[in-house]
């Protein structure tokens, strides 16, 4: 018979050095102050919402996407 020999480690949560904790802080710390920022600027009022087009190269509406 096949004996397994499975070499997998145990699931559970990776010790992360502390170079990705104070990364991690980093982010979330830039995270936070866009969040704040973008809460400052005033509301767009009859935009049309979604994602920015002139960020992610096209532009989108009632399904219907065009390129720039």
Do not use: C, N
């Not at 170079?19 to 102050?33: G, N, S």
């Not at 994602?51 to 399904?63: A, I, N």
């Amino acid at each position: 018979m096949h004996e397994e020999t499975s070499k997998t480690p145990a699931a559970g949560p990776k010790e992360l050095t502390p170079a990705a904790r104070r990364a991690l802080q980093e982010a979330e710390a830039r995270r936070q102050d866009y969040r704040r920022r973008e809460a400052a600027l005033p509301r767009e009022i009859g935009g049309r919402g979604g994602k920015e087009p002139g960020r992610y190269g096209d532009w989108e509406v009632k399904g219907l996407t065009s390129d720039f």
